[in-house]
């Protein structure tokens, strides 16, 4: 990685911090370090759903035509632009469960019945694929017990594989896997590369093209700082056509307003995976969150995560704390696994004085964000190492 004199811009400005922190309450009286379960509410996304429950209060049902639509249609423009997606290559779906399923549903395994995926993924990923007994589902084992190296991909990954499915970042790990060279694998063996990217989206940048992957999920609910109930789904233009989702509804039809059942046929973008009507208070929430990323920008925020992330890991190794990461730092992200044999008990001690973090087996996991500071980061390892 090339050295930057200037890594962490918001490091430089304290008085920007300062500005960015007062957009999230939580900060003012919790020590929040928990962006990979929720993200922070900001006064910006609070605003945008105060909005949407005026226009319900004063509009009713017409607030979805003069107001309503249109929100979603910003949501969409600014996703693709966020991912560094053409129009009508992002679609709006009610969860990252739901969007695997669109996919899932859109793909025929008779010619190619494998599906490659990972022990470190989170399993609703594999959860699609078990369900469906015509799926031989590989899942390749982590050496480490972090990460999974590309070169176990590509000996698995042959001329029966329909997708490559798995994570951009591991959920339990932290570990930032190569999408570029994932998209690649696939492509040489003529299969798809199907990426689950809610735990990477929001805190490490994310260009679908540059990359080259055929599917892309992520959402709102954590380093995007828009909440629950919504997710992101890219799917690459040039294999739009060619995908016909056997589960659908009303939005996924080109002309959902003319109410016609003989006359159905599917959108020519990827509109024709959503599956109905979007969560609204979510749609505004998440122009707010997404509003504040886009204005610090995400280069901006993976340094300054970078920065947070090296200063938290430096802290607990001095204090006696083992950790469970990559090896290379370039594959490490703003999750952090502190070992602890009791991390439930540690997690709900830590809350009951307003520290909020989460657990995962034999770990607690620490997930700063840009908005966090150093010093929340010493008074954390203090607290935490007398545990």
């Given at each position: ?297 995400i280069d901006a925020i993976e340094a300054r995560n970078r920065t947070l992330t090296r200063h938290l890991e430096s802290g607990l190794l001095d204090a006696g704390i083992a950790l469970t990461h990559a090896s290379d730092p370039a594959r490490r992200t703003a999750i952090v696994m502190a070992h602890h044999d009791d991390p439930a008990r540690a997690v709900a001690t830590l809350a009951e004085e307003g520290i909020i ?31």
């Open positions: 990685m090339a050295h930057d004199p200037h890594p962490d811009p918001l490091s430089d400005h304290p008085a920007r911090l300062k500005a960015l922190r007062s957009e999230f309450p939580i900060l003012a009286d919790r020590l929040y370090l928990n962006s990979c379960s929720l993200g922070a509410l900001s006064t910006r996304a609070e605003a945008r759903l105060s909005d949407f429950l005026t226009q319900w209060h004063t509009m009713g049902a017409s607030a979805w035509y003069e107001h309503w639509l249109a929100r979603c249609d910003e949501l969409r423009g600014v996703m693709e632009a966020f991912f560094g997606a053409a129009p009508g290559e992002v679609a709006l779906s009610p969860s990252t469960s739901v969007a695997l399923s669109s996919i899932a549903e859109s793909v025929d395994f008779r010619a190619r019945p494998r599906v490659v995926t990972t022990e470190l993924d989170f399993p609703t990923l594999g959860y699609q694929f078990l369900a469906k007994p015509e799926v031989d589902l590989v899942v390749l084992e982590s050496a480490d017990g972090v990460g999974i190296e590309p070169e176990q991909f590509a000996q698995a990954v042959d001329e029966r594989t329909a997708l490559l499915a798995t994570s951009h970042v591991f959920f339990t790990t932290g570990f930032r896997q190569d999408l570029g060279a994932l998209a690649a694998i696939a492509r040489d063996a003529g299969a798809l590369s199907l990426i689950d990217g809610y735990q990477g989206a929001g805190q490490v940048a994310v260009d679908v093209k540059f990359a080259g992957v055929d599917v892309y999920t992520a959402g709102p609910l954590k380093w995007l700082l828009g909440g629950p109930g919504l997710s992101y789904l890219y799917v690459r233009e040039a294999l739009i056509e060619g995908l016909r989702p056997r589960i659908t509804s009303w939005f996924a039809t080109r002309n959902p307003f003319d109410f016609d059942l003989e006359g159905f046929a599917f959108r020519d973008d990827a509109r024709r995976f959503e599956m109905g009507t979007p969560a609204l208070a979510t749609v505004h929430t998440a122009l707010g969150g997404q509003s504040i990323i886009d204005e610090v920008g973090v989460d657990h995962r087996p034999g770990h607690v996991r620490i997930s700063p964000h840009f908005y966090n500071t150093e010093e929340e980061i010493d008074r954390f390892v203090v607290r935490f190492s007398r545990l």
